[in-house]
């Protein structure tokens, strides 16, 4: 259990009951000789951050600790402080009743309502859900309701989009008969758009792209815009929301849904979950979104509540009928993201942003300076971006022997792509890791 320090009030209680006077009378037992007297020889006072990585330098002797992740690809190696989870952990959010009853839940009511708000601010989209079980879910579900609200059976989905939220698109479009069309990418790995107008007929209901896509590319969001208005498609935005606080809010350029994944927002990788998907929409779209919604009212004596509103109880009980049949949300894990968010503000996701992007660029400048051994092959970058490595697989198992986790193989999606690697920084990375990675990778 948490160590839960007593109050002046409760010491003077046991003492009064134990009739003595002050603490220190508690270790009289203790001989004089061999109490401790003067000050702790202790070294300067770390930062949170020093300390974390004094901590792991002293755990290091496990063998399975201690790599220096680039793997990006949806889940990213972010700090997280040491005050978001002892926020989250309180016993107020782990023990609450469950928001069915309003009267019991005010405290999980009042978080999933700054949650919304604050992923709502960040997107610019007018309203934002509880959150659903993660990022390639709420792509998923984000498809499903544009079919609904356009009474079509057709997406058209850019292939630059994280192949495994494709996948999953393509696993509830089985199960209401829609239709998949698969845009390809360009070589410079953005989304080909000639071939994106050919795919949006009349049939289609809605475009998607990823902004950055799953490549670190910053795509030519003016493109997917006049795309989406001149076809009449809804404009269904994947983004990063780390991205959000240097790049355009997805609003500012037409998008009528944002999805993404929420783990980079205070949320430990853990192994690939449990995460959080993010959903947003135009308030126009509101009654047709999936999940839960926290709304504001008042109560019965006029003062500030919260409840679930907008829930379609069709979730429920229509079964195939039903726009969605998500009726549950990654409660835990909305809540780590709405205190990392608080805790950071503004300026410090900003700054989280900002260092992940810099650090991007200090690496692509050094392989351009180097001028061999490795080619850069996408530049509109935000965090991440693809390499093309002369002898990969040599120079991977050469960095994984240095405890560095050198970015991910495009060989696993993509066959055609051999010898390229998808390189992800955070504001973790130091510039002493991310030269041993040139230097691994042929870089010098």
């Known amino acids: 259990m948490r160590y839960v320090p007593h109050t002046p009030g409760q010491v003077a209680e046991m003492l009064a009951f134990l009739g003595l006077s002050a603490v220190d009378e508690l270790f009289a037992v203790i001989p004089e000789e ?31 600790s201690g790599y220096v992740s680039f793997l990006g690809a949806g889940a990213y190696d972010h700090y997280v402080p040491a005050a978001v989870r002892a926020l989250a952990s309180r016993p107020e959010f782990l023990t609450a009743y469950t928001p069915y009853q309003p009267e019991r839940s005010q ?102 792209v990823s902004v950055p896509n799953f490549f670190g590319v910053v795509e030519d969001v003016r493109r997917a ?23 355009k809010p997805p609003a500012a350029y037409g998008a009528d849904l944002v999805v993404g994944e929420g783990q980079p927002l205070g949320n430990a990788l853990s192994f690939g979950g449990p995460y959080l998907g993010f959903l947003g929409a135009r308030a126009a779209y509101v009654r047709r979104m999936p999940g839960r919604l926290v709304g504001e009212t008042v109560d019965a004596l006029g003062r500030r509540a919260f409840v679930l509103t907008l829930q379609a109880r069709e979730q429920h009980i229509r079964r195939e009928k039903a726009t969605s049949n998500i009726c549950s949300n990654q409660a835990q894990n909305a809540l780590l993201a709405a205190v990392y ?50 002898g990969l697989e040599e120079k991977y198992q050469q960095a994984l022997e240095r405890k560095i986790l050198p970015g991910l193989k495009l060989e696993r999606f993509f066959p055609a792509e051999k010898n390229r690697l998808l390189v992800a ?11 041993a990675l040139l230097e691994v990778l042929g870089v010098k």
Not at 153 to 181: L, M, R
Not at 357 to 368: G, K, P, Q, V
Request: aromatic share 8%; hydrophobic share 45%.
């Open 34 to 64: 061999v109490r401790f007297k003067g000050e702790l020889s202790l070294p300067p006072a770390l930062d949170e951050v020093e300390l974390r990585r004094e901590l792991e330098a002293l755990a290091g002797a496990n063998p399975g």
């Open 107 to 208: 405290g999980t009511l009042a978080a999933i309502f700054e949650y919304q708000t604050m992923i709502a601010r960040l997107t610019g989209m007018d309203v934002v859900n509880a959150s659903v079980y993660d990022g390639a879910s709420a792509l998923a579900e984000a498809v499903l309701m544009a079919f609904d609200l356009k009474r079509k059976k057709k997406v058209v989905v850019s292939g630059a989009v994280h192949p495994e939220y494709v996948e999953t698109v393509k696993t509830y479009c089985y199960g209401v008969g829609g239709e998949v069309s698969l845009v390809p990418y360009t070589p410079g790995y953005e989304t080909d758009w000639g071939a994106a107008e050919k795919a949006a007929d009349g049939e289609a209901a809605a475009l998607v």
């Open 225 to 247: 815009q006049e795309l989406a208005r001149e076809k009449g498609l809804l404009l269904v935005v994947v983004a990063n929301p780390i991205s959000l606080a240097l790049l």
């Open 341 to 390: 968010l608080a805790y950071l503000g503004p300026r410090g996701l900003r700054d989280v942003a900002y260092h992940s992007h810099t650090r991007a660029r200090y690496f692509l400048t050094r392989i351009d300076e180097a001028g061999r051994g490795v080619r850069v092959l996408c530049r509109r970058i935000f965090n991440e971006l693809v390499v093309e490595v002369e």
């Open 425 to 435: 920084f955070t504001e973790k990375r130091t510039r002493g890791e991310i030269d």
